[in-house]
C-alpha cells in the first residue's frame, strides 16, 4: 500500500491555485490530461489521494471536537464539580459572583411581590393575610438564594471545565501538526472547489450573519449568555463596545481574503458576490 506525502497532496490540491485564474486554466489542464496516455493512472491516483484527505481531515476534525467537549464533561462531573461542590457548601461564599446577579435576584423578587399585591387588589386573592403574604415572600427569596447559589457554582465549574477542554484542544494542535496540514488542504480543496455561484452565496450569507446590519443583536444575545456562563458581571458597556468593534474587524477580515485570495483565484466568484450583493 502506498503513503501519501503531504507533498503530494498540497501539490494535488493546489496545482491548479496559480497567478492566472482558474477557470482558465482548468481548460488547458482538461485538455492535456485527455492527450496523456496515462490519464487513467493519474485519476485513480487522484482519486486515491482524495480519499485519503477526505477521510483523515473528517477523522481529525472530529477528534479536535468531541475530544475537548468529552475531557471538559467528564472533569466537570467527576473532578471538578464535587470539588466544587464541597468547597461551595463547607466554606459558605457569598451567594453573587457579582453585580448583574444580584440586579437579576432583586428584579425576580419585586416583580414576585408585585404580583402578590395585584392580585390583592384585584380581588383574587379572598383572603388577605398578611402574615402569609410575608412567609412566601420569605420562601420565593430563600429559593432565588438557592437558585443564583447554584448559578455562581456552576459559573465556576464551567470555568475550570472549560480551561480543561482548551487544554486538551491545544494538545490536540500541537500533536497533530501533520494532521491540521491535511485539514487545511482539504479545506482549501473544498472552499476553491465550491461553484462561483456557492462562494458568493456563502460570502453573503456569513457576512449578514457576522457583520450584518442585524447581527448587533445576536452578538448582544451570545455575549450575555457566555458571560452568565462564566459568571462574569454583565457590562453593558463592555458588551456595546464589543458589538462596535469586532464585527468591524470580522468585516475587514472578509474584504481582506476576499481581495488578496479569492480575487486571484476566482475572479468570477468575486464577480458574481458583487452582483448577488448589489
Not at 492527450?35 to 477526505?54: H, K
Not at 472530529?62 to 466537570?76: A, T
Not at 480551561?163 to 500541537?174: D, R, V
Request: overall charge negative.
Amino acid at each position: 500500500m502506498k503513503y501519501w506525502t503531504l507533498e503530494d497532496i498540497n501539490k494535488s490540491n493546489f496545482d491548479k491555485l496559480g497567478l492566472v485564474p482558474r477557470s482558465i486554466t482548468k481548460i488547458f489542464n482538461k485538455f492535456k490530461k485527455e492527450l496523456d496516455p496515462n490519464a487513467e493512472i493519474e485519476t485513480i491516483e487522484e482519486f486515491r489521494i482524495s480519499r485519503y484527505l477526505t477521510v483523515s481531515s473528517t477523522k481529525y476534525l472530529l477528534l479536535l471536537i468531541l475530544v475537548p467537549i468529552i475531557i471538559g464533561q467528564l472533569s466537570k462531573s467527576l473532578i471538578v464539580g464535587p470539588c466544587v461542590d464541597y468547597c461551595w457548601n463547607h466554606y459558605k461564599p457569598n451567594i453573587f459572583l457579582n453585580s448583574s446577579q444580584q440586579e437579576r435576584a432583586f428584579a425576580e423578587l419585586e416583580q414576585f411581590e408585585e404580583k402578590i399585591h395585584f392580585e390583592i387588589l384585584i380581588g383574587k386573592r379572598n383572603d388577605i393575610d398578611y402574615s402569609l403574604v410575608e412567609q412566601q415572600i420569605r420562601m420565593k427569596a430563600i429559593e432565588l438564594a438557592q437558585q443564583y447559589s447554584n448559578e455562581s457554582a456552576n459559573a465556576i465549574k464551567n470555568i475550570v471545565s472549560e480551561m480543561c477542554s482548551i487544554t486538551a484542544f491545544m494538545g490536540l494542535l500541537i500533536i497533530g501538526q501533520k494532521q491540521i496540514s491535511i485539514l487545511k488542504s482539504f479545506i482549501n480543496e473544498v472552499i476553491y472547489g465550491l461553484s462561483d455561484t456557492a462562494k458568493a452565496f456563502l460570502i453573503i450569507l456569513f457576512t449578514d450573519i457576522f457583520v450584518g446590519f442585524h447581527s448587533p443583536h445576536g452578538w448582544e444575545v451570545i455575549i450575555e449568555s457566555m458571560l452568565r456562563h462564566f459568571g462574569l458581571p454583565e457590562s453593558r458597556d463592555f458588551i456595546f463596545l464589543f458589538i462596535s468593534t469586532f464585527p468591524v474587524i470580522l468585516d475587514t477580515i472578509f474584504k481582506y481574503w476576499i481581495f488578496r485570495y479569492l480575487n486571484r483565484v476566482s475572479p468570477s466568484a468575486v464577480a458574481t458576490y458583487h452582483n448577488m450583493n448589489e
